[in-house]
């Protein structure tokens, strides 16, 4: 297995182990059940004070030409993608575009009725009541068999992933019929329809896409370079670690990607070194007309409503862990799995990002965590 790049050996190492390269190695040890010359794996960053004190590649970020992961490469995030989003929205608030305490409808009247006011604040903070993907195409929970359960073009039930296809127009189509699950206001519920919705929100009010807007007021401004929202199928990623399955019990692999490329809930596109320019924006805030007072709002929950004995603020769970405030979130896609965490009062951050869908990445984070707590 191969080594961590070193990155940082200074007075901000706080460590009481002998050194930095110690605690590099025991993160080391965290991923050595991935095999670097036959599987996908993980890039991973750790941050401590602004600087990251480990980053590193393992695994492959192509299995067919045998490239491997370098800590460089570009990874599609799943629902790490939320934050993001949610950051767009509140960036239209701050320009008096919308209201958070509106209902969508006045922005998105073409939406079906929903028979209630349903709030942007409330999409956002996953207590709208709308339903997620299983009502849009069937699955085992009671109630969707009143869901659409749309078809394919052969007349079969639709699959989402990479079977069967919808442009972003044409899903904005069906979402625009969904009914919501429950009545708003009444309980948490995670809704990938709702940060989609999201993203037409912002097309809709800003006249640039989620993509456009997103570069020009977040991306560009931090010096993301190689983050973007990929809402075009075709297009060449330069650098990107491709998405892998185990193909069945079999321990072979298979291509896992997906072929959907609407954005809002997902389809974020990013590195460990632009991860890192988020989180630094965490402490020295420079996105928004008043930076300070965006963040204070990104990082306040939506609601009161509790999950899992978290409560969730614009893309990011709050929790309590050992002690210690943190925020986080995960993804999981086709061929992807993917955790970011936060502990602010110790500005310690974990990024990890994985191109096979049987890692755990948040498994992986806490693990570092650890070590990184444990040690000091």
């Not at 052969?154 to 969904?178: C, H, Q």
């Not at 199928?233 to 896992?256: H, L, Q």
């Not at 862990?321 to 992807?336: D, E, P, T």
Request: net charge negative.
């Amino acid at each position: 297995m191969k080594y961590a790049q070193l990155l940082v050996i200074t007075a901000l190492f706080t460590f009481n182990t002998s050194s930095a390269n110690e605690f590099n190695e025991l993160v080391d040890s965290v991923f050595a059940s991935i095999d670097d010359s036959i599987a996908p794996g993980c890039s991973v960053g750790v941050v401590e004070n602004g600087r990251l004190i480990h980053k590193a590649g393992y695994g492959l970020a192509n299995l067919e030409l045998g490239v491997e992961l370098d800590g460089n490469n570009v990874h599609r995030m799943g629902s790490v993608s939320k934050q993001f989003t949610a950051l767009a929205v509140l960036l239209l608030a701050e320009e008096d575009k919308i209201e958070l305490d509106e209902d969508i409808h006045l922005y998105l009247p073409e939406l079906g009725d929903y028979g209630a006011k349903v709030t942007i604040n409330s999409m956002l903070g996953h207590y709208s009541g709308m339903a997620d993907y299983d009502y849009i195409t069937g699955g085992d929970r009671g109630d969707v068999d009143e869901g659409l359960n749309i078809r394919s073009v052969a007349g079969s039930p639709f699959r989402l992933g990479n079977e069967d296809y919808l442009t972003i127009e044409e899903f904005y189509d069906v979402v625009k019929k969904a009914a919501l699950r429950h009545p708003p206001n009444q309980q948490w519920e995670y809704s990938n329809l709702a940060y989609f919705l999201l993203s037409m929100l912002v097309e809709k009010v800003s006249g640039e896409s989620l993509r456009d807007y997103a570069h020009a007021r977040i991306f560009e401004p931090l010096g993301m370079a190689n983050t973007f929202f990929s809402d075009e199928p075709t297009e060449i990623v330069r650098n990107r670690a491709s998405g892998y399955k185990r193909n069945g019990d079999s321990s072979e692999f298979v291509t896992d990607m997906t072929n959907l490329f609407w954005v809002g809930d997902g389809g974020l596109h990013t590195s460990v070194e632009d991860m890192l320019k988020w989180d630094q924006n965490f402490y020295e805030p420079k996105v928004g007309l008043d930076p300070a007072r965006l963040l204070a709002l990104f990082n306040t929950p939506n609601s009161e409503f509790e999950t899992s004995g978290s409560l969730y603020a614009n893309g990011q769970f709050i929790s309590e862990i050992n002690g210690r405030k943190s925020f986080a979130h995960g993804g999981g896609w086709l061929g992807v799995r993917t955790s970011y965490s936060r502990f602010p009062a110790e500005e310690f951050s974990t990024i990890v990002m994985c191109n096979d869908v049987g890692q755990n990445p948040a498994e992986y984070a806490k693990k570092i965590a650890d070590i990184y707590f444990d040690g000091r």
